[in-house]
């Protein structure tokens, strides 16, 4: 059974950190690309950040791509999300994704991810 299993959420002040991390378990091999999405109360899901387990690429929405930080473990099967000069817009239920292919990975649209975690909550107050 594929499980995907966030932690690290938490309420910070604007300005500070929080690192987020996303354990995949149930995979045959490992997931080819992971990633990171978040839903704000009110708002469409939005893809913040994916990585290739296969070829180490990272992509990023354009809003946080100065902010934040993906990176892996593939030993672990482990993502993680370092998330920096946090802003109270980022405020939202964060969600890790992954999927067995590489395709479309760039693109971190929700409809491509077939496995998801939980979600976990980062709250940033000014």
């Known amino acids: 059974q594929v499980q995907l299993v966030e932690s690290g959420g938490g309420s910070v002040q604007a300005g500070g950190s929080l690192t987020l991390s996303c354990a995949a378990s149930?995979?045959?091999?490992?997931?080819?690309?992971m990633a990171w999405f978040r839903q704000a109360p009110g708002k469409e899901r939005e893809g913040v950040a994916s990585?290739?387990?296969?070829?180490?690429?990272?992509y990023f929405r354009s809003s946080v791509k100065e902010r934040f930080t993906i990176s892996r473990d593939n030993a672990k099967k482990t993502v993680y999300l370092q998330m920096n000069g946090l802003k109270p817009e980022d405020t939202a239920t964060y969600y890790c994704?992954?999927?067995?292919?590489?395709?479309?990975?760039?693109?971190?649209?929700?409809?491509?991810?077939?496995?998801w975690g939980q979600g976990t909550q980062v709250t940033v107050s000014s």
């Open positions: 990585v290739s387990l296969t070829t180490t690429a990272t």
């Open positions: 994704a992954a999927k067995s292919s590489t395709i479309g990975c760039s693109r971190i649209e929700g409809a491509d991810f077939g496995d």
């Open positions: 149930g995979y045959i091999s490992r997931p080819d690309c």
